[in-house]
């Protein structure tokens, strides 16, 4: 059967519309197939570490958002992050992310410091989640030895972007305009959404999968809203506040848009997402890579800082040791008959966008 690359919105809509369970097995079908032909059997593994919940912004769904009070806050030491760097390199990752709130006290050269410190003793991609950081920045950690950085755009809805948050903010067209630095940096780019925001349309989520693939991203994250009850959407959502046009944030409506991102974006790199492991503890992940993504990211984080990083409440992964955790992780990938990546995972789109258009690093220009 010939599978639909590159659906256009009407498709995306109808899918997304779509209950019946035959009908869906066949868009499952279709995702898997233009997975393994695009992508592989190979799952890559990219190890998390959540280095530090300190974050200046005030995002009305996250839990770690600085109105939190109550919430201890921590920043691992160099040495910590370094050790946590080894283990994930001995269990064979290729990747480690690099994840914290978005904090302005965080010193540039801080961050540097470490890349060199990773660079100068191990053999592994670094990629960064860090937030909102000046070209300078970018620029600085890119030299250093960065290879990929992760930023969500959440929702292309800018109204409903601008709903989610809070305090002093540049935008949803300053979000853009990171990424955009990102690519120009010659960062492997990853941006993503929640699914199910108070307020979500499924016209809004249609226009987020072409959204995808018109920033030809490297890599694209997709997991549900989870309600935290200390927060602004957290209380929204637990309120009912919803109009009949409102995307469920459940685990269905996540693979149907994991799987129409696949079909629309075929070389890019997709997890199946810890916050959708989260709604569906037994299957949730296994049916991720079932329906189109080929990435798992386990968390690396210290037990005692892991239970601070509180993003969204029953995040899988608290209290498991990293042993338990990688077990897991290898059991799921072999149920599957899928294969663990050998290599280091650089997205086939970066590939054929870096052989096109790269002519060197143009780092200097953010510089000054
Ligand atoms: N539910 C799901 N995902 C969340 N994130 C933050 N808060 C939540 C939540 N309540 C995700 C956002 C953000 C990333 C750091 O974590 O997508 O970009």
């Given amino acids: 059967m010939n599978e639909n690359i590159n659906p256009d919105r009407e498709?995306?809509?109808?899918?997304?519309?779509?209950?019946?369970?035959?009908?869906?097995?066949?868009?499952?079908?279709?995702?898997?197939?233009?997975?393994?032909?695009?992508?592989?059997?190979?799952?890559?593994?990219?190890?998390?570490?959540?280095?530090?919940?300190?974050?200046?912004?005030?995002?009305?769904?996250?839990?770690?958002?600085?109105?939190?009070?109550?919430?201890?806050?921590?920043?691992?030491?160099?040495?910590?992050?370094?050790?946590?760097?080894?283990?994930?390199?001995?269990?064979?990752?290729?990747?480690?992310?690099?994840?914290?709130?978005?904090?302005?006290?965080?010193?540039?050269?801080?961050?540097?410091?470490?890349?060199?410190?990773?660079?100068?003793?191990?053999?592994?991609?670094?990629?960064?989640?860090?937030?909102?950081?000046?070209?300078?920045?970018?620029?600085?950690?890119?030299?250093?030895?960065?290879?990929?950085?992760?930023?969500?755009?959440?929702?292309?809805?800018?109204?409903?972007?601008?709903?989610?948050?809070?305090?002093?903010?540049?935008?949803?067209?300053?979000?853009?305009?990171?990424?955009?630095?990102?690519?120009?940096?010659?960062?492997?780019?990853?941006?993503?959404?929640?699914?199910?925001?108070?307020?979500?349309?499924?016209?809004?989520?249609?226009?987020?999968?072409?959204?995808?693939?018109?920033l030809k991203l490297d890599m694209i994250g997709i997991g549900p809203f989870i309600p935290h009850p200390g927060t602004h959407s957290g209380r929204m959502y637990l309120s009912g506040m919803f109009n009949e046009q409102q995307v469920p944030n459940d685990e269905m409506t996540t693979y149907k848009t994991l799987a129409?991102?696949?079909?629309?974006?075929?070389?890019?790199?997709?997890?199946?997402?810890t916050a959708l492991h989260t709604l569906n503890l037994k299957h949730g992940r296994e049916f991720g890579l079932q329906r189109g993504a080929n990435v798992i990211m386990p968390n690396f984080t210290p037990v005692r800082y892991r239970v601070l990083y509180d993003i969204y409440p029953g995040k899988t992964e608290v209290s498991e040791t990293f042993d338990e955790i990688d077990r897991s992780v290898r059991e799921s990938i072999r149920l599957l008959g899928r294969k663990l990546a050998t290599h280091e995972g650089t997205s086939e789109s970066f590939k054929t966008k870096h052989a096109k258009y790269s002519t060197g690093i143009p780092v200097q220009k953010f510089l000054h």
């Avoid at 868009?27 to 695009?38: N, P, S, Y």
Wanted: overall charge negative.
């Fill in 11 to 214: 498709e995306i809509l109808s899918w997304l519309n779509e209950q019946d369970e035959e009908r869906l097995t066949e868009l499952w079908r279709q995702a898997d197939a233009v997975r393994r032909e695009h992508v592989g059997d190979e799952v890559h593994l990219r190890g998390i570490i959540e280095i530090s919940n300190r974050c200046s912004r005030f995002c009305r769904f996250c839990g770690i958002n600085a109105s939190v009070v109550s919430l201890k806050r921590y920043t691992m030491t160099h040495t910590e992050i370094l050790t946590c760097v080894k283990i994930i390199e001995k269990y064979g990752y290729k990747t480690v992310v690099l994840q914290s709130g978005e904090d302005h006290r965080m010193k540039t050269s801080w961050m540097t410091s470490l890349i060199d410190l990773i660079r100068k003793n191990s053999n592994i991609i670094i990629t960064l989640s860090l937030g909102e950081r000046p070209g300078r920045d970018l620029a600085e950690w890119k030299r250093a030895g960065a290879d990929r950085y992760l930023l969500k755009f959440e929702t292309s809805n800018h109204q409903l972007y601008e709903a989610i948050h809070s305090g002093r903010h540049e935008g949803w067209q300053k979000r853009l305009e990171v990424l955009d630095i990102l690519d120009h940096l010659d960062y492997e780019i990853g941006s993503g959404i929640m699914i199910g925001i108070p307020g979500q349309t499924w016209a809004d989520l249609a226009n987020d999968i072409l959204m995808f693939q018109k």
């Fill in 260 to 273: 129409l991102a696949r079909l629309a974006c075929p070389e890019t790199n997709i997890p199946s997402t």
